[in-house]
C-alpha cells in the first residue's frame, strides 16, 4: 500500500509542493491563530469561525501558487479553482469536524486548557497536507500534461 501512495507522488513535484504547502501552511495557521486570538474575546467558540475564514483566504493563495508553481498548468482558471476549492473545502470540513473532537481531547486529558485550539490546529496539518496534495494532483490539476508537471 506505501508502494502505491508513494508511486502517485513524484519527487520534484512534491518538492515544489511541500515548499508552496510550507510557506501556505505558515500563512494559513498563522491567520488562524491570529483570527482565534482576534475573536476568541467575542465569538464562542471563536476558533471554528477563525478556521472557517482563514482556510477561505488561504484557499485562494495556494490555488495560485500551486497552478503556477507546482503543477504548472495553463488556463482552465476558473475549472481548477473550483476542483481545488472542492478539494481544499473538503480537507477544510474535515479539518473542522475534527477540531472541536481535538480541543476537547486536549482540553479534558491535558493541560493544555487555553492553547488546546492552537495545538489541535497544529495536530491536523499534515493530514490534511497529504490528503491535499493527492487531491490535487489527481483531481484538481488533473488536467495539465505531464510535461507542464
Known amino acids: ?8 507522488i513524484p519527487p520534484e513535484q512534491f518538492s515544489r509542493y511541500l515548499v508552496v ?11 488562524y491563530a491570529g483570527l482565534t486570538a482576534l475573536l476568541t474575546p467575542h465569538v464562542p467558540h471563536a476558533y471554528i469561525l477563525a ?12 490555488f495560485l501558487a500551486y497552478k503556477w508553481f507546482v503543477f504548472r498548468t495553463r488556463g482552465n482558471y476558473l475549472r481548477e479553482w473550483i476542483r ?3 478539494v481544499y ?9 475534527l477540531l472541536p ?24 496539518l499534515g493530514l490534511i497536507a497529504v ?10 490539476f488533473a488536467g495539465g500534461s505531464a510535461a507542464q508537471r
Open 101 to 124: 473532537v481535538l480541543v476537547f481531547g486536549l482540553r479534558h486529558f491535558t493541560r493544555f486548557n487555553a492553547s488546546a485550539p492552537y495545538i489541535a490546529g497544529a495536530m491536523l
Open 21 to 31: 504547502g510550507l510557506w501556505n501552511t505558515a500563512f494559513g495557521y498563522g491567520s
Open 1 to 8: 500500500m506505501l508502494a502505491k501512495l508513494t508511486a502517485q
Open 131 to 140: 490528503a491535499s496534495f493527492l487531491g490535487h494532483r489527481n483531481f484538481s
Open 84 to 86: 481545488c476549492m472542492a
Open 89 to 97: 473545502g473538503g480537507s477544510a470540513l474535515i479539518g473542522i469536524l
Open 51 to 62: 478556521s472557517v475564514i482563514a482556510n477561505a483566504v488561504t484557499i485562494t493563495l495556494a
